[in-house]
C-alpha cells in the first residue's frame, strides 16, 4: 500500500511538473540565439582580475549580486544552537555501521527551528572519516534510518562500504516545498527576510540549513568536517551550489540534474527559462529575480559565475540525457566558463571543447562532469562517481 501510495505520488508529480512546461521551450540546439555572458574575470566594476587576491578581493561583490537579485540574502548570525543525539545504534547496517540522528535546532529571536539529520558512520574507521551530506527534495523514505526502505537518490550501504559516512537532511525542516508555506521554517528566524526584496527564500533556506549541519560535523569527532561533500538533486541541486557558493567549508559540491538557476546557463534560453521557473516556483528565489523574466541579458550575472564562487573545490555537475529541461549541454558550459577562476588557482582546465559522450564521466579534474543516459533522477550511477570523484581528490 505504502509503495502504491508512493507511486501515485510520483506521477502526480510528473504529470505537475509536465503541466508547468511552457509551449514555447526550446529544445533545439540550432535554436539558440546569440548570447555573450559577462566575463568571469572582470570585477563587478568590470576592472580585468589577473590573479587569485584580485579574485578574492572581489568574491564578496560577486556573491553580493547572487544574493541580491537571485537567491536572497543569507542571515549568518543566530541566538544559539542546540545537537541532540536522538537515537543512536552501533549495529546498523548488520553491523557495518553507527546509525545517529541528531536533531539540530537553531535558535533566533524567541523562535527555533529544527533540522532532523540522519547520518551513518562507517564501523570500520580508524579515524574521523569524510561525509557525504545529501540535500533531499523527494520522499523522505530516501533517506530512511532504518534501511527497510533502500533507494538509488541516497544509497547509504554503498557510500559505507567505500568509507564514507553519509547523511541527509530534508529540506522541508528548513522551508516546505511550497509558495504558501515555504516561510514555516527558516524564515520564522529571520522575518525581516520576508519583507525584503532581496532577502532568503526557500532555496536560501536548504542552503542555510546545509550550513548547520556542517556547524553540526564540526562537534562530531567522527567526522572529518574538512572533508564533507555537499550533493543535492535538481531544485537541491540549485542549493548544493549556492550552499558551497557561500560556506567555503563545503570541500566538494556535487549537483546533479540542478538546470535553470542551478547549474545550466540562463542566457542559453534552452530548456527551463527565468520566467517558466519563477512562475511556477515563485517561492524559490527572492522578489527582485522577478523583473529577470524574459530579460537574461539584464542579468549582472550568469550561472556559470556561481560555478567560479566554488574554486578552488573540486565541483561535480551532472546531466541525465533525457533531461533536456535541464539543458546539459548548457550546464557543461556553465562549468567550462567557470574554469578561468580555477586556473587563476593553477588548475588546469581537462575539459573537451564538446560534452562528452553520454555515460562518459570526466573525473580527472577539479571540474568534473558527466551526463548519465536516462531521466531526470539520482541514481546510484551518479552516486558511484561521486564517490570516485572523492576518492581520487582526497586521494583515499
Ligand atoms: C521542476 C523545475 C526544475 C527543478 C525540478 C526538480 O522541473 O522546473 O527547475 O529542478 O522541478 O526539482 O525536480
Known amino acids: 500500500m505504502k509503495r502504491f501510495l508512493i507511486a501515485m505520488a510520483c506521477i502526480a508529480c510528473m504529470i505537475a511538473a509536465k503541466a508547468q512546461r511552457p509551449d514555447n521551450t526550446n529544445y533545439t540546439e540550432s535554436k539558440v540565439l546569440p548570447y555573450s555572458l559577462p566575463d568571469v574575470l572582470k570585477t563587478t566594476k568590470q576592472t580585468s582580475i589577473r590573479n587569485k587576491a584580485d579574485w578574492e578581493l572581489n568574491r564578496p561583490e560577486l556573491l553580493r549580486l547572487f544574493e541580491d537579485n537571485i537567491y536572497g540574502q543569507m542571515p549568518k548570525r543566530f541566538d544559539d544552537i542546540k545537537f541532540s543525539l536522538i537515537k543512536e545504534d552501533k549495529s546498523a547496517m548488520q553491523g557495518r555501521a553507527t546509525l545517529k540522528q541528531v536533531e539540530v535546532e537553531v535558535f533566533n529571536q ?22 557525504f551530506l545529501l540535500i533531499n527534495n523527494r520522499g523522505k523514505e530516501n533517506m530512511d534510518p532504518t534501511r527497510k526502505e533502500k ?36 524564515l520564522r528566524l529571520y522575518p525581516e527576510q520576508f519583507e525584503a526584496a532581496n532577502g532568503m527564500r526557500a532555496i536560501g533556506a536548504w542552503a542555510w540549513a546545509a550550513s548547520r549541519i556542517m556547524d553540526y560535523f564540526e562537534t562530531d569527532a567522527d567526522i572529518d568536517a574538512k572533508r564533507v561533500t555537499v550533493v543535492g538533486h535538481s531544485r537541491a541541486g540549485k542549493a548544493s551550489l549556492w550552499a558551497a557558493a557561500q560556506d567555503q567549508r563545503f570541500a566538494i559540491c556535487v549537483s546533479n540534474c540542478s538546470g535553470n538557476t542551478g547549474a545550466a546557463l540562463s542566457r542559453r534560453n534552452f530548456g527551463e527559462s527565468i520566467t517558466a521557473i519563477n512562475t511556477s516556483f515563485p517561492h524559490w528565489f527572492n522578489t527582485n529575480y522577478k523583473q529577470y523574466n524574459d530579460r537574461e ?11 567560479a564562487l566554488i574554486a578552488p573545490r573540486p565541483l561535480y555537475v551532472t546531466n541525465a540525457s533525457e533531461d533536456l529541461w535541464a539543458d546539459p549541454t548548457g550546464t557543461f558550459l556553465a562549468l567550462k566558463h567557470a574554469a578561468p577562476v580555477y586556473g587563476l588557482y593553477g588548475i588546469t582546465n581537462e575539459l573537451p571543447a564538446k560534452p562528452p559522450k553520454i555515460n562518459q564521466p570526466i573525473l580527472n ?32
Open 297 to 307: 541579458q539584464e542579468l549582472p550575472v550568469d550561472q556559470h559565475m556561481l560555478l
Open 110 to 131: 524567541q523562535k527555533s527551528v529544527k533540522i532532523n539529520l540522519v547520518l551513518f558512520v562507517p564501523n570500520n574507521r580508524k579515524q574521523a572519516v569524510p561525509a
Open 365 to 396: 579534474t577539479h571540474l568534473a562532469y558527466h551526463n548519465r543516459e536516462g531521466i531526470h533522477d539520482l541514481t546510484s550511477y551518479d552516486w558511484q562517481h561521486f564517490i570516485r570523484l572523492a576518492d581520487l581528490r582526497f586521494k583515499k
Open 151 to 186: 533507494t538509488g537518490f541516497w544509497p547509504a550501504e554503498l557510500v559505507i562500504d567505500s568509507g564514507y559516512a553519509v547523511a541527509a537532511f530534508h529540506v522541508s525542516d528548513a522551508a516546505p516545498d511550497n509558495k504558501d508555506t515555504f516561510m514555516n521554517g527558516v
